[in-house]
């Protein structure tokens, strides 16, 4: 059974810093892509970053702020944010494709963690 498991999260205050983590269980994600995506309250999930092999890429809202990487070897991905806002409080989540191709939209992730809550005081 594939699980994938958040953590990291909590409150902070603007201008601060947080690293989430995402821990894959079942099988093996080395090959596939791997993405982060939140979803505030009252809003939809948006997609924040993704990683395809070894190309990253992110939303507009978050490029320069946050990064993504991976450590195969531990099948984790880890979401880096920095100079933290209150608009990015959120539900984090973790997501992986079933596919080595990039992806931005969330139909097109498979496998999704629980989530886990940041929240950005101002």
């Known amino acids: 059974q594939v699980q994938l498991v958040e953590s990291g999260g909590g409150l902070v205050q603007a201008g601060g810093s947080l690293r989430l983590s995402c821990s894959a269980t079942?099988?093996?994600?080395?090959?596939?892509?791997m993405g982060w995506f939140r979803q505030a309250p009252g809003k939809e999930r948006e997609f924040v970053a993704g990683?395809?092999?070894?190309?990253?890429y992110f939303a507009d809202s978050v490029k320069g702020r946050f990064t993504i990487s991976r450590d195969n070897a531990e099948n984790t991905v880890y979401l880096q944010m920095t100079r933290l806002k209150p608009d990015d409080t959120a539900v984090y989540y973790c997501?992986?494709?079933?596919?080595?191709?990039?992806?931005?939209?969330?139909?097109?992730?498979?496998?999704w963690g629980q989530g886990t809550q940041v929240t950005v005081s101002a």
């Open positions: 990683i395809s092999g070894g190309i990253t």
């Open positions: 079942g099988r093996t994600f080395s090959r596939n892509t």
């Open positions: 997501a992986a494709r079933d596919s080595v191709w990039y992806g931005r939209s969330s139909s097109e992730y498979k496998y």
